[in-house]
Nanobody
């Protein structure tokens, strides 16, 4: 099996910064895309940022210029540096990974999610 464990959430004032981390462990051959999603109360889960194994990134328009996604392929980790936080960034943030696992006779990609970490931006 594969587990994703997030850390780094918390309460921060508007304009502040937080850094989220996510560690993937278990039966992993390789990891393709890794990403961060968020879900605020009453809203659907939305993509915040995504990064390929080669380092190409995609960001939601609402976070461009404020958030930076990065990863350490050797450690199977992904990070989200969040600067200039706004109250509307308040949500549960989830780590996602497209994990390639060695199955009998084939390599297959599976979609895994972390348990989520709360980020609250409030004065």
């Amino acid at each position: 099996q594969v587990q994703l464990v997030e850390s780094g959430g918390g309460l921060v004032q508007p304009g502040g910064s937080l850094r989220l981390s996510c560690a993937a462990s278990g039966s992993i051959f390789s990891i393709n895309n890794m990403g961060w999603y968020r879900q605020a109360p009453g809203n659907q889960r939305e993509l915040v940022a995504d990064i390929t194994s080669g380092g190409s990134t995609v960001y939601a328009d609402s976070v461009k210029g404020r958030f930076t996604i990065s990863r350490d392929n050797a450690k199977n980790m992904v990070y989200l540096q969040m600067n200039s936080l706004k109250p509307e960034d308040t949500a549960v943030y989830y780590c996602n990974a497209k994990v390639v696992r060695l199955r009998p006779g084939a390599l297959r990609e599976y979609d895994y999610w972390g348990q989520g970490t709360q980020v609250t931006v409030s004065s």
